[in-house]
């Protein structure tokens, strides 16, 4: 549940919001670039990238939302819009990972913004070290 929250919480995660999401010791620019509909954040901690077609979250093709691990260089946090809404068809439309390692922590599905084929959380800290589902 902590984790779907966290991923609930996301959605309106935003450029202009990226301080207020970021741990208290990571510190946030103001945009620092812009590229059409291309902005990126850059934290003293993380990287934030959002793809915007008409003002809303938008991005045919690839995720509207991307939080990098400035340490690591893993994407954290993808998630896919259209319109303003999470939705993708060919996965999920919300993906979490481990800072450190990269591994998928979450996985929600979303069509039109609602849930179309169930969430997924992994535990990687099995007794054998290997990664599972623990439910969906």
Known sequence: MRTSLFAISLLIFTASTAA?????????MEPA????????TQCSLRSYQEWRK???LDR???PAIILRDRATGNVIVE???????PDRDDGPAIILRDP????VTFEAWRKKGQPS????SYDSTSPDGKTRRLGH
């Open 33 to 40: 670039q812009t590229d059409g509909h291309q902005v990126t």
């Open 117 to 120: 084929h169930g969430e997924i």
């Open 100 to 103: 450190t390692t990269g591994d």
């Open 20 to 28: 207020a999401f970021a741990p208290l010791s990571d510190v946030c």
């Open 54 to 56: 008409d003002g809303k």
């Open 60 to 62: 045919a093709g690839g």
């Open 79 to 85: 998630q896919w819009f259209k319109d303003g809404v």
